[in-house]
């Protein structure tokens, strides 16, 4: 069974910084493409970032280019989203999804985490 679990939201002032973790298990293949995705109250679901496990390849929404980096540790089933700079409108709930095979910020994605809530005052 695949499963994705988000952790290291909270709550943090406009310009402070967090790293999201996704920790994933159960796949059984070679080619996948972990993403980042938020939802803001009122607002559609984005892509924000996207990683792909065959060349590293990484994606960013524009919004968050130069502020936000995806990275993976294969040998620990886990990719992060280390987010700095942050403002508030990156308030969102987020959550990380796999996509086999796969690549990019465009849904539809396979498989979904449960999300985790980033909150930035100002």
């Known amino acids: 069974e695949v499963q994705l679990v988000e952790s290291g939201g909270g709550s943090v002032q406009a310009g402070g910084s967090l790293r999201l973790s996704c920790t994933y298990s159960g796949f059984t293949f070679d080619d996948y493409a972990i993403g980042w995705f938020r939802q803001a109250p009122g607002k559609e679901r984005e892509g924000v970032a996207c990683i792909s496990s065959t060349d590293g390849s990484t994606v960013y929404e524009d919004s968050v280019k130069g502020r936000f980096t995806i990275s993976s540790d294969n040998a620990k089933n886990t990719v992060y989203l280390q987010m700095n700079s942050l403002k508030p409108e990156d308030t969102a709930v987020y959550y990380c999804?796999?996509?086999?095979?796969?690549?990019?910020?465009?849904?539809?994605?396979?498989?979904w985490g449960q999300g985790t809530q980033v909150t930035v005052s100002s």
């Open positions: 999804a796999a996509q086999t095979p796969g690549w990019g910020l465009i849904e539809p994605y396979d498989y």
